[in-house]
């Protein structure tokens, strides 16, 4: 199962961004999806969790994002979306998404990691 993540730039603080992750493969159905993010002084395996969603579920949010990242999943797509308002310079990081499924044999996997999206917020 492959994830690609989308949607990253260059904003000035105050601004938004909308991140998109596609899962695809051997998908039956998708468990849940999570956003990810490393800063630049992190390395991968201290990636943070920004928020999840279950499919079909309402989403949960980590407290340094909370109220400002709203996230949505398409019904219909093995898609995920980060809606980010208000950015801060300390948002600057690489977002990745991770995702649990159940692939047509019926087996419980993850999703490989992908390359994540750059965000830079900075004026």
């Known amino acids: 199962v492959q994830l690609v993540e989308s949607g990253g730039g260059l904003v000035q603080p105050g601004g938004s961004l909308r991140l998109s992750c596609t899962a695809s493969?051997?998908?039956?159905?998708?468990?849940?999806m999570a956003w990810y993010r490393q800063g630049p002084n992190s390395t991968r395996e201290q990636r943070e969790l920004v928020g999840a969603m279950k499919k079909g579920g309402d989403p949960s949010y980590a407290a340094p994002v909370q109220g400002r990242v709203p996230i949505s999943m398409a019904n219909d797509k093995n898609k995920i979306y980060l809606q980010m308002h208000m950015l801060k310079p300390e948002d600057t990081a690489v977002y990745s998404c991770?995702?649990?499924?159940?692939?047509?044999?019926?087996?419980?996997?993850?999703?490989?990691w992908g390359q994540g999206t750059q965000v830079t917020v900075s004026s």
């Open positions: 991770s995702a649990s499924l159940w692939d047509f044999s019926g087996r419980y996997a993850l999703g490989a």
């Open positions: 493969g051997d998908i039956h159905r998708i468990n849940d």
